[in-house]
């Protein structure tokens, strides 16, 4: 983040999610949707972004669910091991 700001970081962090998703697969996404105003750069697939996506897509919106609930259980964990 210090090096490339929070948009770009987050932008990185994507790419390499999805790739790493495709990988991990074997096979390519149809598409890409992104909950934003910005397609992530270096993504080969085609690519949406969808401002607030989350209302708009029951894709991003279950997605969102699932990184919050993860979110929120590793913090739970990160304070007790470390209060």
Excluded: C, H, K, Y
């Amino acid at each position: 983040i210090d090096r490339l700001n929070i948009l770009w970081a987050s932008m990185e962090a994507m790419r390499r999610a999805v790739e790493a998703l495709a990988a991990a697969l074997g096979a390519a996404p149809d598409a890409v949707l992104v909950d934003g105003n910005r397609v992530i750069p270096g993504v080969a697939w085609a690519q949406e972004a969808l401002v607030g996506g989350d209302a708009r897509s029951g894709s991003i919106a279950a997605a969102s669910v699932v990184a919050q609930t993860t979110r929120d259980a590793d913090m739970e964990a990160l304070g007790a091991a470390f209060p």
